[in-house]
């Protein structure tokens, strides 16, 4: 059956949509802030509207920022509710819902070299991996694991933000007590809360400026070196929870802009950590993808049959 596969990526500052043509080529790219929409049905209708309707869609795919349960979701940095159900009666065709950080997991197969970044010794290897873990470093923090099965890949989704944060060394008691989550710095608004925090500094600043005043200014360095820190400490204790030997591959933009201005080295420390399992975790690939849309991609090579 021909047509082309509605996919969509929403997150919690923006969402995306795209046509997945055959032969899996996204066409018709859209990018809208998700305040403009009062729900993901209003943005979805816009995209319609303005890609010339629904004619042809055979199915739609959408990654979701937050849990999914029973084929629906409440984003979770978003008041915004979506359905299998509401999407499908919209477009006529039939819908899968599943996490937006599980949507980035499933690219990971069909990425090439040039739409990722190794962060340092070694190499990821995908001929032979078995389990990559994935984590998403943006609006919020999300992680996922992708498994390689029989015939193909399936994915496991978490709610690893809304971990514990257990990280040892503060320093200051008063962070510890502050922040409790890992989403709670791992993420934009962790960072800006973050810097204040360390550098009792009250003036709003956008993530992306606290990292690119890291080279030239003391307190923005600080704050840089201690969310290195608590990131490698944190993807470190995932690996081991999911036995992701494999590699770890970070995204989102907050994640894109601290990989390329931290110091890997302190990243790498803290990851590997010093317990038992150090010398394994050694072994572990750090990187950071860069191809735009990755979770669009790996919607349109979903596959639909429910292994994920």
């Known amino acids: 059956m021909t047509g082309w596969r509605l996919v969509s990526d929403a997150g ?3 969402v995306r949509f795209a046509r997945a043509e055959a032969g899996k080529d996204l066409q018709k790219r859209s990018s809208y802030p998700v305040s403009r929409f009062a729900s993901f049905t209003d943005a979805l209708r816009t995209y319609l509207d303005e890609t010339g309707g629904k004619n042809g869609c055979i199915g739609a795919a959408i990654g979701a920022a937050g849990r999914i349960s029973s084929g629906a979701v409440r984003l979770t940095n978003l008041a915004w509710d979506i359905s299998e ?3 499908s009666s919209e477009l006529g065709a039939p819908c899968t819902l599943i996490n937006d950080v599980q949507a980035v997991s499933f690219s990971l197969p069909v990425l090439s070299t040039a739409d990722f970044l190794t962060l340092g010794p070694p190499e990821p290897c995908f001929a032979a991996a078995r389990r990559f873990l994935v984590a998403n470093i943006g609006t919020g923090f999300g992680a996922a694991t992708l498994v390689r099965i029989c015939g193909g890949w399936t994915s496991c989704p978490s709610e ?8 040892s060394g503060w320093g200051d ?5 502050e922040f409790t989550s890992v989403e709670h710095v791992l993420s934009g608004r962790g960072l800006c809360n973050l810097h204040a925090a360390v550098s009792n500094d009250t003036h709003a600043h956008a993530p992306s400026d606290i990292i690119a005043k890291a080279s030239a200014d003391p307190n923005h360095a600080t704050t840089l070196r201690l969310f290195t820190q608590i990131a490698g400490d944190v993807l470190g204790n995932l690996v081991l929870a999911v036995a992701a030997w494999d590699g770890v591959f970070l995204c989102g933009s907050v994640a894109r802009g601290f990989a390329q201005a931290a110091d890997l080295s302190i990243l790498r420390q803290a990851f590997e950590g010093t317990g038992r399992m150090s010398e394994w975790k050694k072994r572990v690939p750090l990187a950071l993808v860069t191809k ?3 979770a669009l991609t790996g919607l349109a090579v979903l ?5 994920y």
């Open 12 to 14: 919690g500052t923006n």
């Open 85 to 87: 159900a509401e999407v």
């Open 160 to 167: 690893a933000g809304h971990m514990a944060l257990t990280f």
């Open 173 to 177: 008691n008063s962070l510890r007590q």
């Open 292 to 294: 735009n849309d990755a």
């Open 303 to 307: 596959p639909l049959d429910g292994c």
